[in-house]
């Protein structure tokens, strides 16, 4: 496709379980990041992948976050023994060039943790 | 560290008319850029505008204009002739020198009424 696209669209957990959130950026994007948003706030900056260089994981809130990308392609966020400060909207970006950043969002993943 | 401030949760305008939404930060780096980005309630976030740190000029991207006041570390927005269709949630970014991840501010909900 021509977008980042994300998935799940939405995902219900059970406090406790391991939910994986799945992104694929634009083709050629060598640059990906995931931001959290809660309900009503800003955007929280997680982790960030650029080419082959070790991520930039400064974001992630706790060891229950990691996540993982395959080259210059997919990345999946994980998020184990969810709590229930975990709901929110998770979106993924990717970018191509550095002169700007212009950053391209996906629709995001709502996460409720019941 | 490197922080957004956006001071006005809220914010009305009528149609047509022209809004400023404000937008100031905080950085000890030699060189930054700063972005706005539109948020409509579907949730989806559009880039809007971007100005360099080191540009002469403001920057304008059609509506959009940003006033950029280096030595008050300023970045505030300006939409001219406002349509219905900009009400949304708008946020003030960040990217710092020798990296590419945003930090964000809390945002300002523009409202548009006829």
């Known amino acids: 496709g021509a977008g980042v696209s994300q998935s799940p669209s939405n995902k219900v957990t059970e406090k406790g379980k391991d939910v994986e959130l799945r992104c694929d950026p634009i083709?050629?994007?060598?640059?990906l990041y995931w931001y959290r948003q809660r309900l009503g706030q800003g955007l929280e900056f997680l982790i960030y992948f650029q080419g082959n260089s070790a991520p930039d994981k400064s974001g992630l809130p706790s060891d229950r976050f990691s996540a993982e990308r395959t080259g210059e392609s997919v990345s999946t966020l994980t998020i184990q023994r969810t709590q229930q400060e975990d709901s929110a909207v998770y979106l993924c970006a990717s970018s191509g060039t550095r002169v700007k950043n212009e950053q391209f969002f996906g629709p995001g993943t709502r996460l409720t943790v019941l | 560290a490197q922080k957004i401030t956006q001071t006005q949760p809220g914010m009305f305008v009528q149609e047509k008319e022209a809004v400023t939404l404000d937008c100031t930060y905080d950085t000890s780096d030699p060189s930054y850029g700063l972005f706005w980005y539109k948020q409509p309630s579907s949730g989806e976030m559009i880039f809007l505008i971007y100005?360099?740190?080191?540009?002469?000029q403001n920057a304008t991207e059609g509506r959009y204009s940003l006033n950029f006041q280096k030595a008050r570390k300023s970045a505030n927005l300006v939409i001219s002739a406002s349509q219905l269709g900009d009400s949304a949630m708008y946020f003030c970014?960040?990217?710092?020198?020798?990296?590419?991840?945003?930090?964000f501010g809390t945002g300002t909900r523009l409202q548009v009424f006829p």
């Open positions: 083709s050629g994007h060598t640059a």
């Open positions: 100005q360099g740190s080191y540009d002469q």
């Open positions: 970014a960040m990217r710092g020198y020798n990296t590419d991840k945003l930090i």
